[in-house]
């Protein structure tokens, strides 16, 4: 038996049993029969089984990370905006400070000229 061609089936998730009959089917010295055929195709559609898991867990993976990064985005727009609407009050606010500081220095001035002497 084949060693490396063993251990890869091993490593690629094939049972040991099938591992070993796959290696026997694959020997040069040994004439292939229908059940060897039907070895081949067992080991094929585990592997197919055994990707189409594999992917299906990476799929869910990445669908939970999607839902998760999307709501934290949604949760920094919307902080994003609240911070924007916080500045634009402050701006609002002293540009009325300074609008009214202004205008009472005219008026103040005005009434202290207009003043006789």
């Known amino acids: 038996m084949s060693k ?4 890869e089936l091993k490593r690629i998730g094939i049972d040991e049993e099938l591992a070993h009959n796959v290696d026997k089917a694959l ?3 040994h004439v292939a029969t229908k059940e060897d055929m039907v070895i081949l195709q067992e080991a094929i559609q585990q592997t197919q089984v055994k990707v189409e898991c594999r992917y299906l867990e990476l ?3 990445i669908d939970r990370l999607d839902h998760l990064l999307s709501t934290k985005i949604d949760l920094t727009r919307g902080d994003i905006k609240t911070q924007l609407a916080s500045v634009a009050c402050q701006f609002r606010i002293t540009l009325g400070g ?8 005219f008026l103040v001035n005005g009434y ?3 003043m006789p002497v």
Do not use: G, Q
């Open 27 to 29: 020997d040069p010295a």
């Open 4 to 7: 490396s061609l063993y251990h």
């Open 98 to 105: 300074l609008i009214t500081t202004i205008l009472s220095v």
């Open 59 to 61: 799929r869910n993976a």
């Open 112 to 114: 202290f000229h207009a």
